[in-house]
Each structure stands twice: as structure tokens, then as C-alpha cells.
């Protein structure tokens, strides 16, 4: 069973389309993230959910907006896409407090 | 802000070597350290986990130790093997309800038969 699983694991999107990306997990964890990764490889925190609830924001353009139905899922819908956007997106999650953290595949973005 | 850097960015060892990761933090106060494993164009294997109260972890060939005082973590990887080939990531919380992990820009290890 995959404990992170993510869909699609690729997505190519015209500029100006507005896309989503699915997430969910099966460990019972109660903390979800999404991170992005650059072209150069670098990972950083973009949204955090506890419980359904926001508890970080990254300083993310309002365009990206994340929605936690229950704490099992975490999907990213992004607006207008822009070329800016092309990126591979993670999923993860982790329990509160005790900090190992599980990461989906990652779907690739390339935004054209 | 934290910054996190991994030491050395790429290295390519013999197979059968022993080699060492290095990762230091501009900050020093960090709760949790994590690495991972990241294979080409695949998601990220979480390898080891040192968490607040522990200062090393062992897993098989691999152990990671933590130097709270000077933000400075390792790993340490024994008798390399070609399939440990990937790039390796380090990242941490500061604990304080933040969970979210910063993480380094990777060392991409090459083990060649």
C-alpha cells in the first residue's frame, strides 16, 4: 500500500489554465504539507495542515490555494498558471510532534 | 532564517568505499533532523530520523549523528554499494509547533562498480 500517494504524477497546462493536484495518505497522520522543488532541486515548504486547519502559509502567491476536506487528504488547485509555475509539487505528511516525515512521488508541472 | 548546506554538492566514490554526508544549520536550534533518499525523477525515502532527544540513528549500512551545539549533522554511509547511487537530502524542524522541514540543496552521490 503507498502511504503518500499523489495524482497526476505528470501534468502539462497551457499559461493562464487553472489546474489541481490530488494528495492523500493512509498512516492516520494528522499533519499534511505540500512542498515544491525548483529546477535547481531545491525543496521548500509552501502549506501546512493540522487537522484540516492552515497552520502554514509560505509566503505563496494567492493564486495557489490548498483544501484539506478531512486530514487523511490535501489537494493544491492552482489559478492562472504561469511558466513560473513549472515545478515538481510534494505531498507529505506527518504526525504532530513526532516528526518523521512521508513523502508522495511527486507531480511534475510544466506549465507552456 | 534558517539555512541548511550540504557538504560536499556531488561526489563519486569507488564501490566498496565508507564516505560521509555532511549538513550544517545557520541555526542551531533544531528539533528534528531527517534524511532522505531521492533517485532520479522519484519522490523522496525517508532514511533515518534523529528526533529532539537523540543525538544518532543506525539503519543497516547508515548511521547520522547530530551535534546540537553546532547545528552540524552526518551521515555516515558504509561499504557503498552502486545502488546507493542518488541524491541525498538533509532537512530539519525548530520544533515550537513548526513542523515544516528545511531542507539542503542535496550531495548527488555516484558509487561506480
Same mark, same amino acid.
Given at each position: 500500500?503507498?502511504?503518500?500517494?499523489?495524482?497526476?504524477?505528470?501534468?502539462?497546462?497551457?499559461?493562464?489554465?487553472?489546474?489541481?493536484?490530488?494528495?492523500?495518505?493512509?498512516?492516520?497522520?494528522?499533519?499534511?504539507?505540500?512542498?515544491?522543488?525548483?529546477?535547481?532541486?531545491?525543496?521548500?515548504?509552501?502549506?501546512?495542515?493540522?487537522?484540516?486547519?492552515?497552520?502554514?502559509?509560505?509566503?505563496?502567491?494567492?493564486?495557489?490555494?490548498?483544501?484539506?476536506?478531512?486530514?487523511?487528504?490535501?489537494?493544491?488547485?492552482?489559478?492562472?498558471?504561469?511558466?513560473?509555475?513549472?515545478?515538481?509539487?510534494?505531498?507529505?505528511?506527518?504526525?504532530?510532534?513526532?516528526?518523521?516525515?512521508?513523502?508522495?512521488?511527486?507531480?511534475?508541472?510544466?506549465?507552456? | 532564517?534558517?539555512?541548511?548546506?550540504?557538504?560536499?554538492?556531488?561526489?563519486?566514490?569507488?564501490?566498496?568505499?565508507?564516505?560521509?554526508?555532511?549538513?550544517?544549520?545557520?541555526?542551531?536550534?533544531?528539533?528534528?533532523?531527517?534524511?532522505?533518499?531521492?533517485?532520479?525523477?522519484?519522490?523522496?525515502? $525517508?532514511? *533515518?530520523? #534523529?528526533?529532539? +532527544? !537523540?543525538?544518532?540513528?543506525?539503519?543497516?549500512? =547508515?548511521? @547520522?549523528?547530530?551535534?546540537?551545539?553546532?547545528?552540524? $549533522?552526518? *551521515?555516515? #554511509?558504509?561499504? +557503498? !554499494?552502486?545502488?546507493?547511487?542518488?541524491?541525498? =537530502?538533509? @532537512?530539519?524542524?525548530?520544533?515550537?509547533?513548526?513542523?515544516?522541514?528545511?531542507?539542503?540543496?542535496?550531495?548527488?552521490?555516484?558509487?561506480?562498480?
Amino acid at each position: 500500500d503507498t502511504a503518500v500517494s499523489q495524482t497526476p504524477k505528470y501534468l502539462v497546462t497551457q499559461m493562464g489554465n487553472d489546474k489541481s493536484i490530488k494528495c492523500e495518505q493512509n498512516l492516520g497522520h494528522d499533519t499534511m504539507y505540500w512542498y515544491k522543488q525548483d529546477s535547481k532541486k531545491f525543496l521548500k515548504i509552501m502549506f501546512s495542515y493540522n487537522n484540516k486547519e492552515l497552520i502554514i502559509n509560505e509566503t505563496v502567491p494567492n493564486r495557489f490555494s490548498p483544501k484539506s476536506p478531512d486530514k487523511a487528504h490535501l489537494n493544491l488547485h492552482i489559478n492562472s498558471l504561469e511558466l513560473g509555475d513549472s515545478a515538481v509539487y510534494f505531498c507529505a505528511s506527518s504526525q504532530q510532534g513526532a516528526g518523521e516525515a512521508f513523502f508522495g512521488q511527486g507531480t511534475r508541472l510544466t506549465v507552456v | 532564517k534558517q539555512e541548511v548546506t550540504q557538504i560536499p554538492a556531488a561526489l563519486s566514490v569507488p564501490e566498496g568505499e565508507n564516505l560521509v554526508l555532511n549538513c550544517s544549520f545557520t541555526d542551531s536550534a533544531i528539533y528534528n533532523l531527517q534524511w532522505f533518499r531521492q533517485d532520479p525523477g522519484k519522490g523522496l525515502t $525517508s532514511l *533515518l530520523l #534523529i528526533q529532539s +532527544s !537523540q543525538r544518532e540513528q543506525t539503519s543497516g549500512r =547508515l548511521n @547520522a549523528s547530530l551535534d546540537k551545539s553546532s547545528g552540524r $549533522s552526518t *551521515l555516515y #554511509i558504509a561499504a +557503498s !554499494q552502486p545502488g546507493d547511487s542518488a541524491t541525498y =537530502l538533509c @532537512a530539519g524542524t525548530q520544533g515550537g509547533g513548526s513542523e515544516k522541514l528545511v531542507f539542503g540543496k542535496g550531495t548527488k552521490l555516484t558509487v561506480n562498480p
